[in-house]
């Protein structure tokens, strides 16, 4: 069964760090087109960062300088580095794939809340 | 604000049809990139509803179908069921934006 499972949120101080994790089961992270979209409270969904099957990258300019995408072939894991965090980036984050067409694989998400 | 304008909501009765839209511009949608569609209820995450302006992944009903003409898309819901409650999304990408994905704002469906 294709299968994404995204685990690192939690609750950390303006200025910190978290690093997000997205187990892929049922077919290799590296061979595909990987994602991270993101969700504020009451909010619509924004794209935030992929990584294409050559490994390049793209962000969102609000993330740029600031969120890192990467992955482990040995892991099947996507993850998603992210430094000086801010409110405005509290947010459900969801690990999202395109097997065949769009986005057609995506995990429940983790939450990442920015708060002193 | 996303470059791609939905309207925030919409609502039909049961067995009604029900359009969405998707206005984009020369950028996005008028630049021949292809339109999806994504539905997401409450507290979940999305998921795939239309791929490629009008295509149906496996186990998506036809009641679902969509469109793409210009630099706007549509998704058109008919014999509209209780069910179908739930935010839309449509999906493009935009020239100006170094090839990452933009999604609309979203529309909340509420069946009557």
């Known amino acids: 069964e294709v299968q994404l499972v995204e685990s690192g949120g939690g609750l950390v101080q303006p200025g910190g760090s978290l690093r997000l994790s997205c187990a892929a089961s049922?077919?290799?992270?590296?061979?595909?087109?990987m994602s991270w979209v993101r969700q504020a409270p009451g909010k619509g969904l924004e794209w935030v960062s992929v990584v294409d099957s050559v490994d390049n990258t793209k962000y969102a300019d609000s993330v740029k300088g600031r969120l890192t995408i990467s992955r482990d072939p040995s892991e099947n894991t996507l993850y998603l580095q992210m430094n000086s965090l801010r409110p405005e980036d509290t947010a459900v984050y969801f690990c999202a794939a395109k097997l065949r067409h769009a986005l057609d694989v995506w995990g429940k998400g983790t939450t990442v809340t920015v708060s002193s | 604000q996303s470059v791609l304008t939905q309207p925030p909501s919409v609502s039909g009765a049961p067995g009604q049809r029900v359009t969405i839209s998707c206005t984009g511009s020369s950028s996005n949608i008028g630049a021949n990139y292809d339109v999806h569609w994504y539905q997401q209820f409450p507290g979940t995450a999305p998921k795939l509803l239309i791929y490629n302006n009008n295509n149906r992944p496996s186990g998506v009903p036809d009641r679902f179908s969509g469109s793409k003409s210009g630099t706007s898309a549509s998704l058109v819901i008919t014999g509209l069921q209780a069910e179908d409650e739930a935010d839309y999304y449509c999906?493009?990408?935009?020239?100006?934006?170094?090839?990452?994905?933009?999604f609309g704002g979203g529309t909340k469906l509420t069946v009557l």
């Open positions: 049922g077919f290799t992270v590296s061979d595909g087109y």
């Open positions: 999906q493009s990408y935009d020239s100006s934006l170094s090839g990452l994905g933009v």
